[in-house]
């Protein structure tokens, strides 16, 4: 009995025992090094799928290794006839044209008319929130870096993985095994092993919690390249972007103000609609 009583009087001490807090994540985002101008040059475009009307139309925009854009997507819920709640970093709705103008700044696809100037030493990292669907999850990360880069050795592949905390046993077993942060971490190691003069980033917070959605913040913060994010997590995009982009109305403008003023143009013009 008294032998039980010690062992009861141990379990409780070790659960009033503080847990360990777990080492907070570091992105790592390699200098990339300075291009010359330009970088990315979007000079009168229009474009539009084939029978179908132009998405967008004389578009003049360009990106350079300082910039720091956003184009967010909107989500507002109607509460009453008169009220709205903005839940979400808004510009762009879905289906505006945001993914296709991506495809169009990495040359999956062409201009119906005008041109993209792309600078020929450009290397570009994209980051979807598909990401996953370009893996092999029967492969480990490792091998899955080896057959996107089968020439590059294969301790700078595990050297480079290791920086994304992705290291023994992690590194060497199928992905299909790997929790979420571990495949996002992987995409991430994928994504600035290039060292990439500009990164397009589709969504890049989703499936990060709060502590390691910091750690991409502050990372992209001492970024030496260029950024064009869609999110729809306003913390993430305000912390980081300083430029908005509109994607609307056939049209792709820079947004002149700051992210609340955009807010408050999308609540006047909602309830101007509602009132009509």
């Known amino acids: 009995m008294q032998s039980r009583i010690k062992a009861i009087q141990k379990e409780s001490l070790d659960l009033e025992e503080p847990e360990e807090e777990e080492k ?34 004389n578009v003049d925009l360009a990106i ?37 103008l991506l495809n169009l700044l990495q040359g999956k696809l062409r201009s119906t008319d005008g041109v993209v100037i792309v600078n020929p030493q450009l290397r570009i990292g994209v980051f979807t929130q598909y990401h996953m669907d370009s893996f092999d999850l029967k492969l480990s990360p490792l091998q899955n870096m080896m057959n996107r880069w089968p020439l590059a050795p294969e301790a ?37 092993y290039t060292k990439p003069h500009i ?25 030496s390249g260029g950024l064009l994010i869609i999110s729809h997590d306003q ?7 300083n430029e908005i982009w509109r994607v609307e109305d056939q049209k792709i403008t820079k947004f002149d103000g700051s992210f ?10 909602l309830t101007k609609k509602q009132v009509r």
């Open 235 to 241: 913390h993430f995009i305000t912390s980081v972007c």
């Open 64 to 100: 350079d290794q300082s910039s720091r854009i956003g184009i967010h997507i909107i989500t507002i819920i109607i509460i009453t006839n008169t009220h709205y709640e903005i839940l979400t970093a808004l510009v762009g709705p879905n289906g505006a044209g945001k993914s296709t």
């Open 156 to 192: 700078e592949l595990r050297s480079h993985l290791g920086r994304y905390e992705i290291n023994g046993n992690d590194a060497l077993k199928p992905m299909k095994f790997s929790s979420g942060g571990q495949k996002s971490r992987t995409a991430f190691a994928c994504l600035t």
């Open 24 to 57: 907070p994540f570091s992105f790592f985002f390699p200098d990339c090094g300075q291009l010359g101008q330009p970088v990315i040059k979007v000079d009168n475009v229009t474009f539009a799928y084939p029978n179908k009307s132009p998405l967008f139309r």
């Open 199 to 223: 990164l397009l980033m589709d969504e890049p917070s989703n499936h990060l919690d709060m502590r390691t959605i910091e750690a991409l913040i502050q990372a992209l913060k001492q970024f």
């Open 260 to 269: 609340e003023d955009y807010k408050q143009v999308v609540v006047k013009a």
